[in-house]
């Protein structure tokens, strides 16, 4: 079982950064890839980033890359989302999930449904 509780969400003006955080707890944190979904009203969740076990791997959406920033702290139990240049597209629900992949096959995945644990969420507002 793995808990995660995401925090940092906030109204933001565009332009501005937000770095989110997930604390996780319940498994070896090492032991997983880690994922950020967001979900916008009316909208299907969508992959963000995701980072794998030892933090050497990363995959990023393309309406992310270049701006958002994904990295973990093993010793920390976290996983961090640094955003920058966001613009109100990136309004959202933001989701951190956990997943426990065996280690000969823990590749990073980007569908929901391939992520065994997720957090509650966290609010991302950013007004033009």
């Known amino acids: 079982q793995v808990q995660l509780v995401e925090s940092g969400g906030a109204s933001v003006q565009a332009g501005d950064s937000l770095r989110l955080s997930c604390a996780a707890s319940?498994?070896?944190?090492?032991?997983?890839?880690m994922g950020w979904f967001r979900q916008a009203p009316g909208k299907e969740r969508e992959f963000v980033v995701a980072i794998g076990r030892s933090g050497g791997s990363t995959y990023y959406a393309t309406s992310v890359k270049g701006r958002f920033t994904i990295s973990r702290d093993n010793a920390k139990n976290t996983v961090y989302l640094q955003m920058t240049s966001l613009n109100p597209e990136d309004t959202a629900v933001y989701y951190c999930a956990a997943d426990i992949c065996p280690p000969w096959n823990c590749l990073i995945q980007t569908t929901p449904r391939e992520y065994d644990y997720w957090g509650q969420g966290t609010q991302v507002t950013v007004s033009s």
């Open positions: 319940g498994r070896t944190f090492s032991s997983y890839n």
